[in-house]
């Protein structure tokens, strides 16, 4: 089946911990992006990359780090730095950084993560 | 600020009716808005895809107008059934901007009861 699947859907993160969330895609596509999702808000964008070896921060990337060493695998670490990471997580892809006609957002299934 | 607001926050209606989510918007210079359909725990999907020059696009069920002018867009549900108990999510962008300028709405969490 053709998608992006997350892992694992379910994390739990002890206090000083850094934690990977795992997002692969066998679209071909060449843009990932993570976000993250509070209740009663919209989704805030992480880090988004357009490219392998190269990525961008998004609005809220302090506390958290990426690597994108193959086009398919966009792997987000949540770092001790960040001090509220309770939430669900998502990861998506596209053809392109760009708007193009018809062009859309894949997103994966999430992962919740708490911190216990 | 949110540059998009969705209204109601949540609703209930019954199997069978219909209903009606807005969206109101400030991105500009608008390039073009996306409804997406969000399971509990689940990502979204995309339901519609409308640029400046479409008023209204239908997927099933499911029609989403648009109104460049005052910036409203609303997405309509025909003959809700079950399954359409999720939250729904109105993204949109600016022209020119990357993916990663998305604009997200809050969502409105929609409950189908028998």
């Known amino acids: 089946d053709g998608g992006i699947t997350q892992s694992p859907k379910y994390l739990f993160r002890k206090e000083g911990q850094n934690v990977t969330l795992s997002c692969e895609q066998n679209?071909?596509?060449?843009?990932m992006y993570w976000y993250r999702q509070d209740p009663g808000q919209g989704l805030r964008l992480i880090y988004y990359s357009q490219i392998v070896n190269d990525f961008q921060k998004g609005d809220i990337a302090e506390g958290y780090s990426v690597s994108r060493e193959k086009k398919e695998s966009f792997p987000l670490t949540v770092t001790s730095a960040q001090k509220n990471p309770t939430a669900f997580y998502l990861c998506?892809?596209?053809?392109?950084?760009?708007?193009?006609?018809?062009?859309?957002?894949?997103f994966g299934e999430g992962s919740w993560l708490t911190v216990v | 600020k949110n540059q998009v607001e969705q209204s109601p926050q949540s609703l209930i209606i019954l199997e069978g009716k219909n209903c009606t989510l807005q969206?109101?918007?400030?991105?500009?210079?608008?390039?073009?808005l996306r409804w997406y359909k969000q399971d509990t725990g689940r990502g979204p999907v995309s339901l519609t895809i409308?640029?400046?020059?479409?008023n209204t696009k239908s997927n099933g069920r499911y029609t989403a107008t648009l109104d460049a002018d005052t910036k409203q867009s609303s997405l309509h549900i025909t003959a809700s059934q079950l399954s359409d108990s999720a939250s729904y999510i109105c993204v949109v962008s600016a022209r020119g901007d990357s993916w990663g300028k998305l604009q997200f709405g809050a969502g409105t969490q929609v409950v189908v009861t028998p």
């Open positions: 679209l071909n596509h060449d843009a």
């Open positions: 998506a892809s596209s053809t392109t950084g760009t708007f193009v006609s018809g062009n859309t957002i894949y």
């Open positions: 409308m640029t400046f020059s479409e």
């Open positions: 969206c109101n918007y400030t991105v500009s210079p608008f390039s073009n």
